[in-house]
Antibody, heavy 120, light 107 residues
Framework: EVQLVESGGGLVQPGGSLRLSCAASGFTFSSYWMSWVRQAPGKGLEWVANIKQDGSEKYYVDSVKGRFTISRDNAKSSLYLQMNSLRAEDTAVYYC?????????????WGQGTLVTVSS | SYELTQPLSVSVALGQTARITCGGNNIGSKNVHWYQQKPGQAPVLVIYRDSKRPSGIPERFSGSNSGNTATLTISRAQAGDEADYYCQVWDSSTAAVFGGGTKVTVL
């Protein structure tokens, strides 16, 4: 069964840090672009970051550049998102998703999401 | 940056056809993907590359894309189709853009 499972969410104070993880199974993780997508409470979907299969290319939405870092460990079939200098507006459910093989395509599958709450 | 515009809500009678639009500048030149999200659940891909259905998605779901508008069509709408629907494209090849989402209500 193809599966993505996120972990690492929680409550953090403004200015704090958090590291999200996403464990993949059921498909060849190392062959896929991977992404993080977030959804603020009651809001729509927002793309956050992409990483190429070998980690050589990384792209971020402007609002997280310099604060978030996407990374991966293909040996562990795992994706990560290091989030620093967190702000209230980063509060959201964070989803990891596979984003395509030879190129950035569509998001499928998605994980179940992990909630990050930034509040004092 | 590229923007996608969706109606906030669409209502459809049970068994009838719902059409959800996604507007963008010359969107017909891009590949559009559609996701269904039910409350408390992760999004699910229902249409990719404008009109292709992933395995397991009913034939009642179809898509089209031309000019400045892409459309997701749900035929013979069922109660289980009630959800939020999002369109998505890639801007400058590396940044994903989502529409604001459309809430579909089956009456």
């Amino acid at each position: 069964e193809v599966q993505l499972v996120e972990s690492g969410g929680g409550l953090v104070q403004p200015g704090g840090s958090l590291r999200l993880s996403c464990a993949a199974s059921g498909f060849t993780f190392s062959s896929y672009w991977m992404s993080w997508v977030r959804q603020a409470p009651g809001k729509g979907l927002e793309w956050v970051a992409n990483i190429k299969q070998d980690g050589s290319e990384k792209y971020y939405v402007d609002s997280v550049k310099g604060r978030f870092t996407i990374s991966r460990d293909n040996a562990k079939s795992s994706l990560y998102l290091q989030m620093n200098s967190l702000r209230a507006e980063d509060t959201a459910v964070y989803y990891c998703a596979a984003a395509g093989g030879y190129d950035l395509l569509w998001f499928d599958p998605w994980g179940q999401g992990t909630l990050v709450t930034v509040s004092s | 940056s590229y923007e996608l515009t969706q109606p906030l809500s669409v209502s459809v009678a049970l068994g009838q056809t719902a059409r959800i639009t996604c507007g963008g500048n010359n969107i017909g030149s891009k590949n559009v993907h559609w996701y269904q999200q039910k409350p408390g659940q992760a999004p699910v891909l229902v249409i990719y590359r404008d009109s292709k259905r992933p395995s397991g998605i009913p034939e009642r779901f179809s898509g089209s894309n031309s000019g400045n508008t892409a459309t997701l069509t749900i035929s013979r709408a069922q109660a289980g189709d009630e959800a939020d629907y999002y369109c998505q494209v890639w801007d400058s090849s590396t940044a994903a853009v989502f529409g604001g989402g459309t809430k579909v209500t089956v009456l």
